[in-house]
Nanobody, 113 residues
Framework: QVQFVESGGGLVQPGGSLRLSCAASRSIFSSNSMAWYRQSPGKQRELVALIRIDSTTTYADSVKGRFTISRDNAKNTVYLQMNSLKPEDTAVYYC???????WGQGTQVTVSS
């Protein structure tokens, strides 16, 4: 049973923008802080952004001022708006409800000219 699904990745030029989406089941979404992680080849998975149930947010230093995480409670969806993308943002991005042990398949983001 799929509990949450990421989408929105793709290929974008440096300086461009992408918006990632994560649609979750209502029960998962309403009871979890939601996070975006990313992992690039040869590196550990890292936290990119977190939005709590009360909509307060936390960002990795590397994305502050460029990425914005938000949640739409009516659609049970969390978004990651990524602006001013850099080649070092290239990674597989994963949505993660913090109280769920499993990981989704992720969505590939590639920043390249």
């Amino acid at each position: 049973q799929v509990q949450f699904v990421e989408s929105g990745g793709g290929l974008v030029q440096p300086g461009g923008s992408l918006r990632l989406s994560c649609a979750a089941s209502r029960s998962i979404f309403s009871s979890n802080s939601m996070a975006w992680y990313r992992q690039s080849p040869g590196k550990q998975r890292e936290l990119v952004a977190l939005i709590r149930i009360d909509s307060t947010t936390t960002y990795a230093d590397s994305v502050k001022g460029r990425f914005t995480i938000s949640r739409d409670n009516a659609k049970n969806t969390v978004y990651l708006q990524m602006n001013s993308l850099k080649p070092e943002d290239t990674a597989v991005y994963y949505c993660k409800p913090l109280r769920v042990a499993s990981w989704g398949q992720g969505t590939q983001v590639t920043v390249s000219s």
